[in-house]
T-cell receptor, first 116, second 109 residues
């Protein structure tokens, strides 16, 4: 079946540094990728939707200058958390929607970000 | 507003059957998904319903009634590994995915 690869699975960084998370669709072309954030014991919160070759659409309350999203190809989207702070510590999950049957969203394994 | 309701938590016994309900009020409907999420992991796809009726896939079945805005996920022959959160999500008329808060299922021996 379709597979989405997300890397890294875990990152620990110092406050003020930037962190890049990659999301790749491995066996299908992802016309749309989604980035979610999830706090412990809470449901997924959509951060942004990115379509290949165009600017990402951010949800209300999500800072576009802080969470930079690039979807340069049909198989790769990146999320960069700029100048990370401890409150940015969370579980970030990407998903990809492509030309697969039923337009199912397939999720990456997630990235656990810890900002010290 | 758009709303998806599912129970916060359910408990069941190993080997038994459990039904997790989901009701939704959304602007339009283009399909309903069920995902399983183990603690600390990303969700994994379980089922997709767009037409009324029951879809069976092994131990898991999913039912949809569009007129009632209602779905359920049925898990049979429960195993300890089925302990997880189960997320209901609906695609609305704008093809946005609206997520429920999830149902935490606890399986007891």
């Amino acid at each position: 079946g379709a597979v989405v690869s997300q890397h890294p699975s875990r990152v620990i960084c110092k406050s003020g540094t930037s962190v890049k998370i990659e999301c790749r669709s491995l066996d299908f072309q992802a016309t749309t990728m989604f980035w979610y954030r999830q706090f412990p014991k809470q449901s997924l919160m959509l951060m942004a939707t990115s379509n290949e070759g165009s600017k990402a659409t951010y949800e209300q309350g999500v800072e576009k200058d802080k969470f930079l999203i690039n979807h340069a190809s049909l198989t790769l989207s990146t999320l960069t958390v700029t100048s990370a702070h401890p409150e940015d510590s969370s579980f970030y999950i990407c998903s990809a929607l492509g030309r697969t049957p039923r337009d199912i969203q397939y999720f990456g394994a997630g990235t656990r970000l810890s900002v010290l | 507003g758009q709303n998806i309701d599912q129970p916060t938590e359910m408990t069941a016994t190993e080997g038994a059957i459990v039904q997790i309900n989901c009701t939704y009020q959304t602007s339009g409907f283009n399909g309903l998904f069920w995902y399983q999420q183990h603690a600390g992991e990303a969700p994994t796809f379980l089922s997709y319903n767009v037409l009324d009726g029951l879809e069976e896939k092994g131990r898991f079945s999913s039912f949809l009634s569009r007129s009632k805005g209602y779905s359920y996920l049925l898990l049979k022959e429960l195993q300890m590994k089925d302990s997880a959160s189960y997320l209901c999500a609906v695609i609305d008329s704008n093809y946005q995915l609206i997520w429920g808060a999830g149902t935490k299922l606890i399986i007891k021996p």
